[in-house]
C-alpha cells in the first residue's frame, strides 16, 4: 500500500495564479483532511471529508476550495494564489471507528511545499 | 487558552538520557489522545496512542491525567534517532467533526551524542 499520496512535491507560484494540489489514499478510509502548517503556527485545519460526497470547512477555509472526487482522492484548489498561501500543505486520511470503539488516527501524505510569490 | 498547548523546547539531551514532555488541552470532553512525531520537512507519523491507564512501548511511555487535562511523554535512554518535533494531538469528539484533531505546536528534541 502506497498510504496517501500527494502531488506535486514542490510547486512555486505568482500571485493570482491558480493551481490544484491533488492527495489519494488507498487506504479505504473514509475521511480525509487538508492542513496546511507554517512556522511557529503548528498544523491547521483548511477542509475536511467526512465521508464521499461531504465537504466542511476546518480553521483556516478561507482562499481554498476542495472537492472529493471518489472515496480515495480529495483535492485542494487555490483559486488565486496569495503569498499568505506560501506554505506546507498535508493531506490525511482516517477511519471512522464503530461509535466508542477505536480512535481517529490520522495518516498523512508527505506534503506540498507551495511558495506564492 | 489555547486548544492544545506544548513548550516549544528545544530540550537539548545527551544520549541516553531520559526527557519528559507535557500538553495541557483545554476541554474537558476530549476524547482521544495521541503523540505524534515530525522529522524536519517531513510528514506528522503517529507515535502512541494515550490511554487513561497509561501505555508503554519500548523506551516511550505516555500517560494522561484527565482531571488536571494534561498528556505527558517519556522517553528513555534517549538516541540520536530520537531527535524529531513532538506533536500533542486531541480529538474534541463533537458534533459532526468527531474525527478532527487539534495538533499542539510540537516540542522539538534534540539529542546529542
Known amino acids: 500500500n502506497a498510504g496517501v499520496t500527494q502531488t506535486p512535491k514542490f510547486q512555486v507560484l505568482k500571485t493570482g495564479q491558480s493551481m490544484t494540489l491533488q492527495c489519494a489514499q488507498d487506504?479505504?478510509?473514509?475521511?480525509m483532511y487538508w492542513y496546511r502548517q507554517d512556522p511557529g503556527m503548528g498544523l491547521r485545519l483548511i477542509y475536511y471529508s467526512a465521508s464521499e460526497g461531504t465537504t466542511d470547512k476546518g480553521e483556516v477555509p478561507n482562499g481554498y476550495n476542495v472537492s472529493r472526487l471518489n472515496k480515495r482522492e480529495f483535492s485542494l484548489r487555490l483559486e488565486s494564489a496569495a503569498p499568505s498561501q506560501t506554505s506546507v500543505y498535508f493531506c490525511?486520511?482516517?477511519?471512522?471507528?464503530?461509535?466508542?470503539?477505536?480512535?481517529?488516527?490520522?495518516?498523512f501524505g508527505p506534503g506540498t511545499r507551495l511558495t506564492v510569490t | 487558552r489555547k486548544e492544545v498547548e506544548q513548550d516549544p523546547g528545544p530540550f537539548n539531551v545527551p544520549e541516553g538520557a531520559t526527557v519528559a514532555f507535557n500538553c495541557t488541552y483545554s476541554n474537558s470532553a476530549s476524547q482521544s489522545f495521541f503523540w505524534y512525531r515530525q522529522d524536519c520537512r517531513k510528514e506528522p507519523k503517529l507515535l502512541m496512542s494515550v490511554y487513561s491507564s497509561g501505555n508503554e512501548d519500548g523506551r516511550f511511555t505516555a500517560q494522561l491525567n484527565r482531571a488536571s487535562q494534561y498528556i505527558s511523554l517519556l522517553i528513555r535512554d534517549s538516541k540520536l534517532s530520537d531527535s524529531a518535533t513532538y506533536l500533542c494531538?486531541?480529538?474534541?469528539?463533537?458534533?459532526?467533526?468527531?474525527?478532527?484533531?487539534?495538533f499542539g505546536k510540537g516540542t522539538k528534541l534534540s539529542v546529542k551524542p
Open positions: 490525511a486520511s482516517s477511519e471512522n471507528p464503530i461509535p466508542g470503539q477505536g480512535e481517529y488516527l490520522q495518516y
Open positions: 487506504m479505504n478510509h473514509n475521511s
Open positions: 494531538v486531541v480529538n474534541m469528539g463533537y458534533g459532526g467533526s468527531q474525527g478532527n484533531l487539534i
